[in-house]
């Protein structure tokens, strides 16, 4: 691997933790979210930095964990119903009218739509899957699921693949099972077992081969249960049906419309059927390394554990060569029974010293059916036995280490199977997407990702310079930049966050991972980039934003919010009165005003960081983002995380004084970010949990905007003011763009495009803005291509001289309006 990994394991190291137990939460109905990250954060302190990689790579899962939760809890630190955003936006759909018409802009999908360029050490892939299956009646028919991308299918063994179910709310999938003798016939065990980033809504039933999903018996509401790790149906009785979950196991012999729990002996994990037995079952500890059995088809169940070793979540295997072998794992340790599970054999001594899984987030274990001795397992990496287990191989990497045999296959290994019918063809679920190769070959595997769009961005970033450029930050697959034609990643094999481009010149930019990591190249990627030294404290996912007036000055969100005059060479800490930043924004019109928020408060400054205010909010709550209008600094609005129906989005007047509640008819869900338009309407664009709102000074409401996104988060946005195109980065869904129309804005466009003129073009610095004789006053705004205002006022001459000699080079928009009517020039400044 590169340096910069090694690197990037350094800075991590001071979050190290030991026990597992947040892995219990959400879960657990009475955990606290507060109490298991202050435990957990707790011990940070008494790690050694020197600490096991393996350690190093649970604190990724940890603080991933953490992230995700902390928007999505009540105020109280507990967690709410899993049900919450399903529920509220069936409610939504239901009270407020969403109108469909001919003019209503459609969302686009940019990608990733196919799989990323490669670097030397490591490619990103598309995105994390946790399960893989396949149709009984036709292999070539393969499903998978993602953990937030929800549900997909393949009718050509993976060329391509289409959604099937973007039509549920934030789809999160572990499981997925076929009728075994009509395929109409699914089931879909929900949520996000492996990660614990989403909750199950239950399990979800299809008879039209997964077209359309219903809910089944099993759902929260009813049984309490959050987590759903595996599905089994009984081949014999396929009404028969087998869910493992965090509360126990339970059994449904009605086909899933009443279920009955059979024992909460312990949260469970892995279930299956004793080779060649139709009532004895086996099923292993989901949190414990216990081994459960059953010998009257899943009615009672008793513990047989000897010889395992308690080390978390136990995945187990069985093969059709031998019914009475199994093979098992917990965290990096395996397992062997010769009598059908009755006792087991540690192999702790010839087992890979190397291999991890993350504390049980990647870990699954396959055996060849014809052949006991031939297993392999996953984990970060995949290993391969051909002695049953008595000595080891590395033989899927993620790192391209150099070794025998020499081949990639993305890290993190959540499912291996074999295409049935065939004893060496294994499928790999990872953290890329999907994998197949021949286990009995040194062979390399084949990816099978592309036109898997579920990527799980934080954050996305264009320049005005190029409407086909994008940088976005993704968990499990970095920064990877698109040049309008293919996606290559630009940062070593982490989580990317954030990412922003110099609007004077396209050849810089900065790409971030997560702990406040920064690189940054000035010529475009042609040679190395540069490691930038940062200040300490940053968040997980921190904030980077660049100002709006003075390309070169960024401001980045650390222990604290620092500036830096010279694009990242030096900081300052400019000493809000806040902890790290969660959120920056400098108001376009004046970049001396700015507001900060920690999550808990937000701060202000109208003198670039001499002095603060701490602004009094109009409700407590995670504040998530904030917005300022764009020709008026004191204009601000700030969105709210977690769960307060009816206080989503407030608005000031008086730069944070006091508050106006703006939230409307928006379901109670956690917004993220909220985007102020310039040269707009008052426009305000808003990513929530369920998708992207608009409002505007026409309307009374907030409404979805446009048709065609999944119901999916929606991270981050940003305008093109260029091509006039609002971008949407999702959390399993991938990039997606809109246009952002005139008829939407409630405002109409000039036809006759002489009524504005612009000369010389291009200029110095000083040109004519030459208006119609208009009967009444028009407001100008002039502003770069990021938003950015350098001019505005309104006037009723005809000619009017501006200089812009005082900012940088560049493209700037001449935005004019009058009598509800718009039009948009571009003037060069050289």
């Not at 397992?377 to 290993?383: F, L, P, T, Y």
């Not at 000055?553 to 650390?558: A, E, L, Q, V």
Request: charged share 20%.
């Amino acid at each position: 691997m590169r340096k910069n990994f090694l690197f990037f394991i350094a800075i991590l190291s001071c979050y190290i933790i030991t026990a597992q137990d947040w892995r219990n939460s959400p879960a657990k109905d009475d955990s606290n979210y507060f109490e298991v990250v202050n435990k957990k954060r707790q011990e940070y302190t008494s790690i050694s930095k020197s600490s096991a990689r393996a350690d190093r790579k649970k604190i990724k899962q940890f603080e991933r964990w953490a992230y995700f939760w902390e928007s999505r809890i009540n105020e109280d630190g507990s967690f709410p119903s899993p049900l919450i955003a399903y529920n509220e936006w069936d409610k939504y759909l239901q009270n407020v009218s969403v109108e469909k018409n001919e003019n209503l802009a459609s969302w686009t999908l940019i990608g990733p739509k196919v799989i990323p360029e490669s670097e030397t050490t490591f490619y990103a892939g598309m995105g994390r899957l946790n399960v893989v299956t396949f149709n009984p009646a036709n292999t070539d028919e393969i499903w998978v699921g993602a953990p937030g991308g929800g549900i997909w299918r393949s009718d050509d063994f993976g060329n391509t693949w289409t959604p099937k179910g973007d039509n549920i709310p934030n789809l999160g999938v572990s499981d997925i099972v076929f009728h075994p003798t009509n395929s109409d016939i699914m089931y879909m065990a929900t949520g996000d077992y492996d990660g614990f980033q989403n909750n199950s809504i239950g399990v979800l039933k299809s008879t039209d081969h997964g077209e359309t999903w219903t809910t089944t018996g099993l759902n929260y509401e009813v049984t309490q249960t959050r987590l759903i790790a595996h599905l089994l149906i009984d081949p014999n009785n396929p009404d028969t049906i087998f869910a493992t979950t965090n509360g126990g196991i339970y059994k449904s012999t009605d086909a899933g419309t009443t279920w009955s729990l059979k024992t909460t002996a312990t949260g469970f994990n892995d279930i299956m059927y004793k080779e060649g037995s139709s009532t004895i079952l086996f099923a292993t500890g989901g949190r414990s390394t216990t081994f459960h059995i059953s010998t009257d088809n899943g009615e009672n169940w008793t513990t047989s554990s000897t010889g395992l070793i308690n080390r978390g979540r136990f995945d187990i295997t069985t093969t059709a060569s031998d019914p009475e072998f199994l093979v098992g794992m917990n965290n990096g340790t395996v397992f062997r029974s010769t009598d059908g599970g009755a006792s087991w054999n540690s192999l702790l001594i010839s087992t890979p010293s190397s291999l991890s899984t993350q504390g049980g987030y990647n870990q699954t274990i396959l055996v060849a059916p014809d052949d006991a001795d031939l297993i392999i397992i996953g984990g970060v990496d995949g290993w391969r036995s051909t002695n049953g287990g008595s000595t080891w191989q590395k033989y899927l990497d993620g790192y391209w280490v150099p070794g025998n045999p020499f081949f990639y296959v993305h890290s993190d290994h959540h499912d291996l199977e074999f295409l049935p019918g065939s004893s060496t063809e294994v499928f790999s679920a990872n953290d890329g997407g999907l994998f197949v190769g021949n286990i009995k070959t040194d062979d390399p595997w084949q990816d099978l990702s592309s036109g898997l769009s579920i990527t799980q961005y934080y954050k996305v970033a264009g320049t005005p310079q190029n409407a086909d450029f994008l940088l976005a930050g993704a968990q499990d697959n970095d920064i990877t930049q698109y040049n309008g034609t293919e996606w290559i990643n630009r940062n070593y094999g982490s989580d990317g966050v954030e990412a922003l481009w110099n609007y004077s010149d396209s050849n810089i930019a900065w790409t971030c991972s997560q702990a406040g990591y920064v690189e940054r190249t000035t010529d475009g990627w042609a040679t190395q980039t540069t490691r930038l030294n940062t200040p300490n404290g940053a968040r997980f996912v921190w904030p980077l934003e660049i100002d709006p007036i003075d390309p070169n000055t960024i401001y980045g969100g650390f222990g604290n919010i620092y500036s830096s005059s010279n694009s990242g060479g030096i900081w300052d800490n400019m000493r809000s009165p806040g902890g790290a930043p969660r959120a920056i924004t400098v108001a376009p019109s004046d970049n001396q005003v700015l507001y900060v928020t920690d999550g808990n408060g937000v701060y202000t400054t109208a003198d670039g960081g001499s002095s603060w205010d701490t602004l009094t909010l109009p409700v407590n709550g995670l504040v998530t983002s904030i917005a300022v209008n764009s020709t008026n600094p004191a204009e601000v609005y700030i969105c709210y995380g977690r769960y307060n129906d009816g206080n989503r989005v407030f608005k000031s007047d008086n730069s944070g004084t006091s508050w106006t509640n703006i939230s409307g008819t928006l379901p109670n869900v956690p917004m993220h970010k909220i985007l102020y338009l310039t040269g707009g309407n008052g426009d305000l664009f808003l990513g929530s949990d369920i998708g992207v709102f608009h409002r505007n000074n026409s309307g009374t409401d907030w409404e979805v905007y446009g048709e065609g996104l999944p119901n999916v988060i929606s991270n981050d946005l940003e305008v093109h003011y260029g091509t006039s195109k609002l971008r949407v980065a999702t959390y399993g869904r991938g990039i997606w763009e809109i246009p952002i129309n005139s008829s939407v804005l409630g405002i109409g466009e000039f036809v006759d495009s002489s009524v504005l003129t612009v000369f010389p073009n291009p200029t110095n610095g000083r040109f004519t803005i030459k208006l119609a004789d208009f009967d009444s006053e028009s407001e100008i705004t002039i502003y770069n291509i990021i938003g950015g205002v350098v001019k505005s006022f309104k006037t009723d001459k005809i000619t009017t001289i501006v200089d812009l000699s005082s900012y940088s080079s560049g493209v700037y928009l001449v935005d004019m309006k009058n009598n509800n009517k718009r039009i948009v020039k571009r003037i060069i400044v050289k």
